[in-house]
């Protein structure tokens, strides 16, 4: 399907639910009172891992399917137990390939009455934990790396905890999340301040819970022992995800799509202000500001420029990067990505992948210290693609195949089943 090229991508499209938001609902829907139902739940294999952390830990969570308009709708219904109501595992926790549950729950286990091992794939035992272990340390956690590498698995003894104030080194909605969570169980107020504000999903979750979280600047601070109740969650799409398909429509020819109900928070939304800064033709209709922000998103074919992306856009758009630089090597002129180190962190080095990958690809593009230069304009070529399991590596290329030369071959397409299972089924229903 990959070699398959198209004449443009017409139509419409809605996509699955936003990652960081369906996993923070399981996780405050487990610790809050009563029933908490969550529609348009993303079912990657991100998100049921944290469902299956909160099963092993004695929360009762069920999926049933409704017939919605048009087509069927899964609703995950989650009885939770309160803040106290968590049981001890009877084995370790596996967090599979998943960051954030492996750092948010660490902050929801390191004050239970019980001890826990929390563990994952080969990626997240690869993956720095020291960024959540210290701070929780410094709240009295016993957290600890076991094989003292900084990395899980972990073994969180569980321990009564100090409220603190953290300054953050980095911009990482992980660690502050990780943090306010923990701060819900310590014993006075908690704070955290980062060098750029961090994607915000934490602090609007927890306050529709029923926390108490003030947002100041770059300083988020919540206060201990709240009543957390059951909600209704509607879960936006993830623009991480329809991220592909506004990268397809703008450089693929003839391209003219509608993505519907894309979640649009500004600590996300800076794919949309660098397609526009790259001469993107892109407009938000129906836009709806209750709660977490939604618009649909109309794309169509434009030709782009190069552009350079740095600071405060950084963290609005840290997962859009590898993506981004595709459009960086379709468009004319020279795009600089700047003050993006924690890209060699995620699910793997996507400095080093990406320059890797577009290079065999026949793009001119240099690693640097901390993101990357691309040359763009010159013509794409088929290549052999290593993913190196990575979903947001694998939908790039999937999407630079759509205008390389020849055929471009995935090492590994099923991996973006970690966040958007339906990927290639969609993609291709909109090729006309
Ligand atoms: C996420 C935060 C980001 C992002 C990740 C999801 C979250 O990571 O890259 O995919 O849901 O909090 P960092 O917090 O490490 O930047």
């Known amino acids: 399907m990959l070699s398959e090229k198209t004449k443009g991508l017409r139509g419409e499209i809605t996509i699955p639910g ?28 991100d998100c049921l891992s944290t469902i299956q952390c909160f099963r092993s830990l004695g929360i009762e969570i069920e999926k049933k399917t409704e017939a919605g308009k048009g087509c069927d709708e899964d609703i995950i219904t989650i009885y939770g137990k309160g803040l106290e109501g968590l049981s001890a595992p009877s084995h370790p926790l596996d967090a599979g390939n998943s960051g954030t549950t492996t750092r948010l729950i660490s902050g929801i286990l390191s004050p239970q009455p019980f001890d826990t091992i929390l563990t994952g794939d080969a990626s997240i035992k690869s993956r720095p934990m020291k960024r959540i272990i210290e701070p929780l340390a410094l709240m009295g956690a016993r957290i600890q790396s076991m094989k003292d590498n900084g990395c899980a698995p972990l073994q969180i003894q569980g321990t009564p905890l100090q409220g603190i104030h953290y300054f953050s080194p980095i911009a990482s909605a992980q660690v502050k999340s990780a943090l306010l969570l923990a701060g819900l169980y310590a014993e006075g107020e908690t704070s955290v301040t980062e060098p750029i504000l961090s994607r915000n999903h934490s602090e609007i979750m927890l306050c529709t819970f029923g926390a108490e979280v003030k947002s100041e600047g770059t ?49 996300r939304d800076g794919i949309l202000r660098v397609a526009q800064a790259m001469g993107g033709n892109i407009r938000l209709e129906n836009k709806n500001d209750k709660g977490e922000p939604t618009a649909d998103l109309h794309v169509s074919y434009s030709s782009l420029k190069g552009t350079i992306i740095q600071g405060e856009l950084i963290p609005t758009l840290i997962d859009e990067l590898p993506i981004i630089a595709i459009m960086a090597a379709a468009a004319q002129g020279t795009t600089e990505i700047r003050d993006a180190a924690e890209l060699k962190v995620k699910e793997s080095n996507r400095i080093d992948v990406m320059t890797k990958n577009l290079s065999a690809m026949g793009c001119r593009i240099t690693a640097t210290e901390d993101g990357m230069i691309i040359q763009g304009g010159s013509p794409l070529h088929g290549a052999s693609i290593q993913t190196h399991k990575d979903h947001r590596i694998a939908m790039s290329f999937a999407i630079a195949s759509l205008i390389a030369e020849g055929e471009t071959l995935l090492d590994d397409k099923s991996c973006v089943d970690i966040s958007y299972p339906g990927f290639y089924s969609d993609l291709e229903a909109l090729m006309k």
């Open 18 to 45: 936003d990652k960081s938001i369906s996993h923070r609902a399981v996780m405050l829907g487990a610790i809050s009172q009563g029933r908490t139902e969550i529609r348009n739940f993303l079912q990657g294999a």
């Open 219 to 267: 300083t988020a601070t919540i206060q201990p022992r709240p009543h957390l109740e059951g909600q209704k969650i509607l879960v936006p799409g993830d623009i991480s995800s329809a991220a592909y398909f506004i990268a397809a429509a703008l450089l693929v020819p003839g391209s003219d799509l509608i993505i519907r109900n894309v979640g649009i928070n500004p600590t």
